[in-house]
């Protein structure tokens, strides 16, 4: 079994700033890939940020620098750094999590966190 834990989301004024943190834990053997994804109200679900554990990122283009996203492999952890927070920004921010388990070395298999809220408001 694995487990995703989101932590980090808040309310915050536009201009502020958050870190988001997601860890994974339990039967891992190796992770390929952890993602940040957004969901506003009324609105699907997007892809905000990405990053393989070799270092490949790649970012939603209203993100980009203003957001960065970076992996503690040592610890499975991702984090989001965000910065220049827009009211735009709000959302409940999902992590994502590409991942080989112990149990199954042929299949990736596929994990989201439960969800953080994120709130930028005056």
């Known amino acids: 079994q694995v487990q995703v834990v989101e932590s980090g989301g808040g309310l915050v004024q536009p201009g502020g700033s958050l870190r988001l943190s997601c860890a994974a834990s339990?039967?891992?053997?190796?992770?390929?890939?952890m993602d940040w994804y957004r969901q506003a109200p009324g609105k699907q679900r997007e892809l905000v940020a990405a990053m393989t554990t070799g270092g490949s990122t790649d970012y939603a283009d209203s993100v980009k620098g203003r957001f960065t996203i970076f992996i503690d492999n040592g610890k499975n952890t991702v984090y989001l750094q965000m910065n220049s927070l827009k009211p735009e920004d709000t959302a409940v921010y999902y992590c994502?999590?590409?991942?080989?388990?112990?149990?199954?070395?042929?299949?990736?298999?596929?994990?989201w966190g439960q969800g953080t809220q994120v709130t930028v408001s005056s």
């Open positions: 339990g039967s891992i053997f190796s992770i390929n890939a």
């Open positions: 994502h999590v590409d991942l080989i388990e112990y149990s199954n070395y042929e299949v990736p298999m596929e994990y």
